[in-house]
């Protein structure tokens, strides 16, 4: 079962402006979230993270925001840069469990 | 370079075969996990270890197995393999399992993984 989704698998925005990935999911157990940015023939690599006592967390062009009540979370680049063409994953996790599940994945290309 | 190695980068076998795959978690890592890609799937956790013993098993078919040594690296083994074991697979690790203390002990560092093809 798809416990994490992103619904969107590709998203094509315009060098310096905003680029919006969104993931959502189903269980409420969820309270680890975390982002991962994906080059081609590498391993995905970690950008972000937010646990479920936050709705927002920010690390210089890139902010994640939670909304638990929606079962939602997304994540912003501000602004968009061509080498943040990439697949971003969206993760969740449980406390105390380490199954953790991951999205399909949604490819970025920002255009120059 | 996450610190996270895998061998071999790429594996072509036949059907039926058995191939292991391996992972060398970054220094001071206890936790390896096992992720598997396949084409326009997104990441399939198989199976976790945490200081040499299996801590959370996720969708692992009964033909693979793994295990994580003393020294904390680890071994996928995929057996009878089919067409369909074809993809990528990513080892990551991690400082500790989920509930330590802190939740930077939860993140996962990924290897750059192994690329199998089962003709």
């Known amino acids: 079962d798809q416990q994490v989704k992103q619904n969107s698998p590709s998203l094509s925005v315009q060098e310096g402006r905003i680029s919006i990935l969104n993931c959502d999911y189903t269980?409420?157990?969820?309270?680890?979230f975390l982002w991962y940015k994906k080059y081609p023939a590498e391993g995905p690599t970690f950008l972000i993270s937010?646990?479920?006592?936050?709705d927002k967390n920010e690390d210089g062009r890139f902010t994640v925001f939670l909304n638990k009540s929606a079962k939602h979370l997304s994540l912003h680049i501000v602004p968009s840069q061509p080498g943040d063409s990439a697949v971003y994953f969206c993760?969740?996790?449980?406390?105390?469990?380490?199954?953790?599940?991951f999205g399909a994945g949604t490819r970025l290309t920002v255009k120059p | 370079d996450s610190g996270v190695t895998q061998t071999p980068k790429h594996l072509i076998t036949a059907t039926g075969q058995r191939v292991t795959l391996r992972c060398s978690p970054r220094s001071g890592d206890l936790s390896v996990y096992w992720y598997q890609q396949s084409l326009d799937q997104g990441l399939q956790f198989l199976i976790q270890y945490y200081n040499g013993e299996e801590r959370a098993k996720g969708n692992i078919l009964e033909r693979f197995s793994a295990q994580q040594f003393p020294d904390l690296h680890s071994e996928l083994n995929l057996s009878s393999l089919e067409l369909g074991d074809s993809a990528l697979y990513f080892c990551a690790s991690s400082v500790g399992p989920a509930g330590t203390s802190g939740v930077d002990q939860e993140t996962q560092y990924f290897g750059p993984g192994t690329r199998l093809l089962v003709l």
């Open positions: 937010i646990s479920s006592i936050k």
């Open positions: 269980n409420s157990m969820f309270d680890y």
């Open positions: 993760a969740a996790s449980a406390y105390n469990n380490n199954d953790m599940r």
